[in-house]
């Protein structure tokens, strides 16, 4: 007989169900104990050997096949599943809620989280049945029923048991599903590749999980692991050779350029070291997201070890680690010879630094500081180059996402290099020349100068925010550069794995989107911030919202994105993303044969936008709507008015007939 083992460390205790039932419960409670990562309290080991308890009583007749796991980590999710239970062809998923007499839906949704995210990140769990339990143990007995979710992938509607019911439960499931029998060594060999949204990538990297552990490494994917080592492998270099680099790292929208970013962040936290790097971010709505979410989820790994921690010093340890990037420049601004305590500056969302124009405007207007001559990006570049040894500037660069007025794109970046710093080295990838990143001849203008490295792995090719399928960057773009014929190609290739839906009526869309969800998988309503013709439809866009609830707070409140009230816009979710998207498309942005058609709501009346600059960030402005849903979404064209001279049919109508004709699915 062999002891008990830890499964590539995922889980605290595993062993064959005939081992575990000859072994006394407190020696499994004993291996529990001394794998977990936290001191363990009495009730945390009272609840764990009544788990046990039971499910020695339940597995009796199970004795001759099967496996048990405790506490199997999600890393995505930050948590571990309380026991996955290998059984025949079905693994089963169970969660215990000890002591409580009722089944709660917060705790329904956990069981149908963990079931879901090993089905879709699991590599040996991809084609099994998965059956999420929740045990209640003080609840009465109930009639609870076997059958499939909508998705029809072989996650089981969540079963709720009490004790008495919990082999019944196991019995009627491995009768309803079909399969061979699992091959448990193979199922345990079986890579975990998870595609976590941001906000659970930086709570898990922040609580001390590698990027290899929450991100994809499928051969379809750019391995993040070699983006990151390659931007750390600078840094090192120039510490060591004494040298001040940029290094501009590329992506698609959702490919993983922010994780990057954090993840170098995240390895250089402590001050006293000369490594110390900041995270640093212009988008204000995603730095208040992800220093609210790491403190809470600080706060709660405290309490789950028995610590107190108040948020508010949560909060302030964690601001040392991501910052908006316009305090960072007022700090700079104190003192203008002082180097800032870091070395190393990451720079998410580059291209949305502001230009000269736009830098003097605001010195002028907020600073009172008169004929300031800097670009917004020269000025952040000279503030790294006041250390009299080395420091690396870390721009993480999307393409087609400058949104707003005075927003530089890439380009400004490079220029203030040829104007001010010719002893920087560059570090780029060759895909800067392509037309999203604007940085046009400029980039063969660094063929002439020193020090200029290119490295492919800085460019990231491959979206990872959606699991299901990685081209719908591509489909948009054909989209909005009125590509049909291209889009239509690639929405065939997509309409299993990531569906699309086009409709003309705001309930229905609503009603798809509440369906297709699973669990705690987050939707939302989102809309352009020059959307104002909603208003008919209760959308409206100058309505105050919060990210911070809307992202980040659950079912129960009424200013979460599931309430499907407040709407979110491009400024909002830039850099953020949602599992299924409501957008809804109104008449600023219209198709007509000829190229579409820019407007912005004044008064009364549209008015159409001739300004080059203007009519790139409106179109940016929906590249960022259609890009933000990892597993789906539905876009309303509303209906026009016969009534209402702002909601013609002809503002409407032909958007919504070529989104059509390309072959958009018509709810």
């Known amino acids: 007989m062999t002891g008990p083992v830890t499964i590539q460390n995922r889980a605290y205790y595993a062993d064959a169900i005939a081992d575990f039932l000859s072994r006394s419960p407190d020696e499994i409670l004993g291996t529990l104990v001394r794998n977990s990562a936290f001191g363990i309290e009495g009730p945390q080991r009272n609840a764990w050997l009544e788990q046990v308890k039971l499910l020695k009583v339940t597995l009796e007749t199970y004795s001759g096949h099967g496996k048990v796991y405790f506490e199997y980590a999600v890393p995505r999710l930050g948590k571990r599943i309380d026991v996955v239970l290998l059984l025949d062809h079905v693994i089963f998923v169970i969660e215990f809620k000890v002591g409580e007499k009722e089944f709660l839906s917060s705790a329904i949704d956990q069981v149908l989280d963990y079931a879901v995210d090993l089905k879709n990140f699991h590599e040996t769990t991809h084609d099994k049945t998965i059956a999420p339990i929740l045990v209640a143990t003080r609840a009465r007995d109930h009639r609870s029923i076997v059958a499939t979710t909508l998705q029809n992938d072989g996650v089981l509607f969540p079963i709720n048991a009490s004790p008495s019911q919990l082999k019944n439960a196991l019995d009627q499931v491995l009768l309803f599903a079909d399969g061979q029998a699992i091959d448990y060594a193979k199922w345990e060999s079986g890579g ?127 601001k040392s680690f991501i910052q908006n990037v316009h305090h960072f420049r007022d700090e700079c601004l104190i003192d203008l010879n002082k180097p800032p305590i870091e070395h190393v500056a990451i720079f998410d969302e580059a291209q949305r630094a502001w230009n000269l124009e736009q830098t003097a405007s605001f010195m002028l207007r907020k600073k009172q500081k008169v004929g300031f001559d800097q670009s917004e990006p020269e000025f952040l570049i000279s503030c790294l180059n006041r250390h009299v040894d080395w420091a690396v500037v870390v721009c993480l660069v999307g393409g087609g996402q400058e949104i707003n007025t005075g927003e530089a794109g890439i380009e400004e970046w490079i220029h203030a290099l040829q104007r001010s710093f010719p002893d920087w080295h560059i570090h780029i990838s060759p895909r800067l020349h392509e037309e999203e990143y604007g940085a046009g001849r400029v980039i063969e203008q660094l063929a002439m100068r020193p020090n200029v490295h290119f490295d492919d792995a800085l460019h990231l090719s491959v979206s990872m925010r959606s699991f299901r399928a990685e081209h719908v960057s591509a489909l948009v773009k054909h989209v909005l550069d009125h590509n049909p014929k291209q889009a239509h190609e690639i929405l065939g290739d997509l309409a299993e794995r990531y569906p699309i839906v086009i409709t003309r009526s705001l309930d229905r869309a609503k009603s798809w989107l509440k369906a297709q969800a699973r669990g705690t998988e987050r939707y939302g309503m989102i809309v352009s911030s020059q959307a104002q013709r909603l208003k008919p439809h209760a959308i409206d866009v100058k309505s105050p919202m919060d990210p911070i609830h809307w992202f980040l707070d659950g079912k129960e409140d009424v200013r979460s994105s599931y309430y499907l009230e407040d709407v979110a816009t491009e400024f909002h979710v830039q850099g953020l993303e949602v599992d299924w998207a409501c957008v809804v498309w109104d008449a600023d942005f219209r198709y007509s044969p000829s190229g579409w058609k820019h407007f912005s709501f004044v008064g009364t009346r549209w008015n159409q936008i001739h300004k080059s600059d203007r009519q790139t960030y409106l179109k940016n402005a929906y590249r960022v709507l259609l890009t933000r849903a990892r597993q789906g979404m539905v876009i309303v064209v509303p209906e026009s008015s016969g009534e209402d001279q702002t909601r013609r049919a002809a503002y409407y109508d032909p958007t919504f007939d070529y989104l059509k004709d390309i072959g958009f699915t018509v709810l």
């Open 192 to 318: 975990y590749h998870p595609t976590p949204t941001i906000i659970e990538a930086a709570m898990a990297l922040y609580s001390g999980h590698a990027v290899s552990e929450i991100s994809r490494s499928d051969a379809s994917a750019i391995n993040l692991r070699r983006t990151s080592s390659a931007v750390s492998k600078i840094i090192l270099s120039s510490r060591e050779h004494a040298t001040k680099s940029i290094c501009i790292v590329t992506g698609v929208p959702g490919a993983g350029k922010t994780l990057v970013g954090l993840d170098i962040a995240n390895q250089h936290t402590n001050k006293d070291s000369a490594l110390h790097s900041v995270f640093l971010s212009g988008n204000g709505p995603l730095v208040m997201i992800l220093q609210e979410a790491l403190a809470r989820d600080k706060v709660r790994h405290e309490a789950v070890a028995g610590r107190k921690l108040k948020k508010g010093v949560a909060l302030s340890q964690v």
